[in-house]
């Protein structure tokens, strides 16, 4: 069976949801899903966390970095984002 292969965060979700140690950073950076993970994260509307070796925290401008940081890794790598759509709420 060939395809992306299924990375160590799989394992141990939690270790990469709560918090980035350098551990994690290093196993992500190593992955050969690396290019793929960061374009999921940037088509994830709820991604936060580590991904692909960045740590993307909930909100803020600290957010809008990483999601551009992740987006480029992707792109470089043949991996590219499609833009997600924005949709507004009707008001009433």
């Known amino acids: 069976m060939t395809g992306t292969p ?15 140690d350098d551990e994690a ?3 992500c950076r190593a992955c050969p899903r690396r290019w ?10 709820r991604a936060e966390g580590l991904w692909a070796g960045i740590f993307i925290p909930e909100s803020g401008r600290g957010r809008t970095f ?7 890794l992707a792109k470089r790598n ?8 924005v949709y ?4 009433a």
């Open 6 to 20: 299924i990375g160590l965060c799989t394992r141990d979700p939690d270790k990469w949801t709560t918090y980035a």
């Open 25 to 27: 950073k290093a196993i």
């Open 36 to 45: 793929a993970c960061a374009r999921e994260a940037c088509e994830s509307p």
């Open 66 to 72: 990483a999601l551009r940081q992740l987006r480029s």
């Open 78 to 85: 043949g991996y590219p984002v499609r833009q997600r759509r």
């Open 88 to 91: 507004y709420a009707e008001s």
